[in-house]
């Protein structure tokens, strides 16, 4: 099995409504989605740039609210 077919096997599909639309979001469990200042050094180190800029926006999102 290679290791985008082992990550894909591994994948949650959950599915949300954004303005009456479904949305699935898919999310590793064996490496969940994160935030945090080592999610993004991770993200960036192994240039999962889709990864850093997602996470990079909720972070910047985070901080926005708790800042309000």
Do not use: C
């Not at 099995?1 to 959950?14: G, I, L, P, W």
């Not at 949305?23 to 080592?38: C, D, K, R, T, V």
């Not at 999610?39 to 985070?62: C, G, H, K």
């Amino acid at each position: 099995m290679t290791n985008d077919a082992h990550t894909e096997a591994s994948a949650e599909r959950r599915s949300y409504y954004v303005a009456g639309e479904p949305i699935e979001l898919w999310e590793n469990s064996a490496a969940p989605f994160g935030w945090s200042s080592s999610d993004l050094e991770t993200y960036a180190t192994t240039e999962r740039w889709e990864l850093l800029f997602n996470a990079l926006v909720l972070s910047s999102l985070v901080e926005a609210t708790q800042k309000s």
